[in-house]
């Protein structure tokens, strides 16, 4: 072996660590979204007056509408996890997610203005933004973000 193809190697074995630790990074980003999901869409669903009392100041009128958005939020949370176990053969899915929020800061920012009180939905929308920026970092520093084939294993 010559020196040149020695020393690729030994950059490649001290590269692997970090790309563990980028992946690492990114399913933790990807649970904690996805947990954000799961836990909103659940206190919608089961405590909805409570909800709507506490952030909006008014009673709820329609509950099947009110309700059915939690368990869509629950069953989104849901779709966040799949990726966590394997994604480096997953990644597209984290793409989804990263679309999902940007799809959600453009409609509640939008959209803030046909409630009462706006505040609470401005702040989800800046939620929003916040977890998708950190999914976008977190996805290119992995080097996965839209890539389009299987990364290579390193």
């Given at each position: 072996m010559n020196q040149d193809h020695i020393g690729t190697l030994a950059a490649v074995e001290e590269s692997a660590p970090d790309?563990?630790?980028r992946i690492k990074r990114l399913g933790v980003?990807?649970?904690?979204?996805g947990l954000h999901s799961l836990t909103l869409g659940s206190f919608i669903f089961f405590f909805t007056d409570a909800f709507y009392k506490f952030f909006f100041g008014v009673e709820v009128d329609n509950l099947f509408l009110i309700k059915q958005a939690g368990l869509f939020l629950f069953c989104l949370g849901?779709?966040?996890m799949v990726p966590i176990r394997d994604l480096v053969n997953k990644h597209r899915i984290v793409d989804l997610i990263?679309?999902?929020?940007v799809l959600a800061v453009l409609f509640l920012v939008t959209?803030?203005?046909?409630?009462?009180?706006?505040g609470p939905i401005l702040l989800a929308a800046l939620g929003d933004g916040i977890?998708?920026?950190m999914l976008i970092f977190c996805s290119?520093?992995?080097?996965?973000?839209?890539?389009?084939?299987?990364p290579s294993q390193v």
């Open positions: 790309v563990d630790k980003c990807v649970f904690l979204v849901l779709f966040y990263i679309v999902t929020k959209n803030a203005w046909l409630v009462a009180k706006p977890m998708g920026t290119l520093t992995a080097g996965l973000f839209l890539k389009k084939e299987r």
